[in-house]
Each structure stands twice: as structure tokens, then as C-alpha cells.
């Protein structure tokens, strides 16, 4: 588990360093995000989604892991707000946000609760 550990945090200074050098470069700001939240670095991780929002604004995806940065942060508002948004934008993996454990603290709210619905009826 250890080398685990410092394998990520290895990566996680890597793309420190590649997101100062390409700063618009979304694969890199995705990777980076996802690291941070790996690593429990929630509020690194909410700024780099949000830098990566301003580079690729029309991605469900970014809005997604916005979503799931703002939930962790405890901010259900605008995480309900850019889940919503992901899903206008076409995301539309509904296990996926069933079962997304960064998206746990919202479940229970009835919003969260109506996008699954809309999303489970646009399937049928």
C-alpha cells in the first residue's frame, strides 16, 4: 500500500509540474483532479476542476467531476447545479452517478433524486 501511495503522489507532483507548463490542457487538468480527489486534496481538486471548466465549458464530464468536487466540499447547491448541467450537456451514465461515491452526499436530496428520474425515463 505504500508504494501505492507514494506511486500517486509521485504522479501528483508530475502533474503539478505538466498543469504550470500546458495550464489549458484539459487531460492534464482532468488527470491532475482526479489524483488530488485520490489523494483526499478535495479543495485542490475543486479549483483544478474548475480551471478546467474554463477550458472546456461544453464538457459533461468537466461538469460532472465539478459536481462531485462540490459535493465533496460540501457545497450540494452548485453540485446539484453542474451535475444538472453535465447532464444537459449529454452525460448520461446513470450507474455511474448511482453509484459515485463522491456523490453520496447528495442522494438524498430531491433534486439529485429528479435528475436520476429524468435520466432513467429518457432511457425508456
Known sequence: MENFKEDVEFQCHFF????TKC???LL??????????TLGR??????????ASFVAPENPTVHYNLACSFALTGQ???????????VQLGFDDLEQIR?????????????F????EELQQNRQ
Open 16 to 19: 503539478e509540474l505538466l498543469a
Open 23 to 25: 495550464n489549458d490542457d
Open 28 to 37: 492534464v487538468l482532468q488527470r491532475l483532479g482526479a489524483i488530488y480527489s
Open 42 to 51: 478535495t479543495e485542490d481538486s475543486l479549483r483544478t476542476d474548475i480551471r
Open 76 to 86: 450540494p447547491q452548485f453540485a446539484i447545479s453542474h451535475l444538472r448541467l453535465a
Open 99 to 111: 453509484t459515485d461515491g463522491d456523490l453520496l452526499p447528495l442522494r438524498n436530496l430531491p433534486d
Open 113 to 116: 433524486q429528479r435528475i436520476v
